[in-house]
């Protein structure tokens, strides 16, 4: 009989007849393993190639978890030929072997990947859509209830919303509205000049900006703002388990979390249109009147005539809107994060992105319904 004995774990044998066996010894754990879990499996692996090889584990101590998903992934998830085991390792063996194996992906599967996805994607949003229904249904019946006992409204909490979402946000709606209106005005004189009609800048100013740049930068900047921070305080609140705590409490948490919410951006969206589109309208005065040498009291006094107040009800109309569905929509995702940081990343980011989208939608359609209103 010929022996040969590795540094670690275990010996080749291989007597006269030419049987070959492997015989285990030591402790297979995960700490035993450690520095030479690689070496080791790369040699039982070279060894295992031979399917009449007898494996012996009867010297084996201790094995736990780490140490025999190593030997299972050396037999490739199937059990060998010849194999000697102790009494309390064969358990252990015995529990690996009733995993399922995973599928192994062929060609027809991967043609029909892209099916596949498009597949899970409606139902993902299909499952969103349920929830937000779902959602919407148990505010109104909040709304409902609030209007019959006006004592149980929750006005700090809505007030507190409204100061978060719209007063701290004055500075950089103001910032981002006063530089935008310089750029438009100054792109839109060099281009008016061409044809000598510079009067008409307070015609584009006015209308591109109070019906659709404001009320746009607005609601993009309230969704990733206002948007991600509601997102991510209930995404903690569940982390921590407050929501269950409220619960346990008899706390509704659509009446005390998420109302208040949309209430308060949906009160204070409006005002933020009209901030931001005025303040733009101030930016693009500024630049009319370096590029154009245009007054700024003429500019102030035509602006009404040249834009229909109707514009301005329209671009209120869509704060409205907009501040709500940002709400709803970032209460809906911090509602679905699960207690783990990953998830609330996630969740984070999916609301934010989603609330841009449903603005940019949003815009489109009252685009093509009210198309006809405030142009004429």
Known sequence: MHTHKTPTHWYYLKNDHGTESILLIGN???????????????????????????????????????????????????RPASLKLRPEHEKMITRLEQVPVLPVETRASSILQP??????????????????????????????????????????????NLFRTGAQALGITALVGFLIGIV???????????????????????????????????????AGRSGSSMTAQLGVM?????????????????????????LGLGIAMPLLVMWTSAIALIGGMVAAELQLGLSYQYFITALPDSVPIANLWLGLGKGIVCGMII????CHFGLRIKPNTESLGEGTTSSVVTAITMVIIID???????SDVGLT
Do not use: C
Not at 364 to 370: D, Q
């Open 115 to 160: 099916v596949t996805r498009l597949g899970e994607w409606v139902l993902i949003v299909w499952q969103h859509a349920i929830g937000l229904v779902i959602l919407i249904g148990q505010l109104l019946m909040d709304a409902i209830y609030l209007i019959r006992h006006p004592i149980y409204i929750p006005w700090r909490e809505i007030s507190a």
């Open 364 to 370: 489109a359609i009252f685009a093509i319904l009210f």
């Open 327 to 330: 709400a709803l929509i970032a």
């Open 28 to 78: 297979y754990t995960l700490m035993a393993l450690e520095h030479v879990m690689v070496a080791l499996t790369d040699e039982l692996i070279r060894h295992a190639a031979n399917p009449n090889v007898h494996w012996d584990l009867t010297g084996i101590k201790h094995m736990d978890t780490a140490g025999s998903a190593m030997l299972w992934r050396i037999w490739r998830q199937q």
């Open 184 to 222: 438009l005005s100054y792109l839109s004189s060099k281009q008016l000049q061409l044809f000598g009609a510079d009067i008409f800048i307070i015609n584009i100013l006015g209308i591109s900006i109070i019906r659709e740049l404001g009320p746009m930068l607005a609601a993009i900047l309230v």
């Open 238 to 262: 569940r982390v921590t388990q407050e929501l269950d705590a409220l619960t346990v409490m008899g706390i509704s948490h659509s009446q005390r979390l998420i109302l208040p919410k949309i």
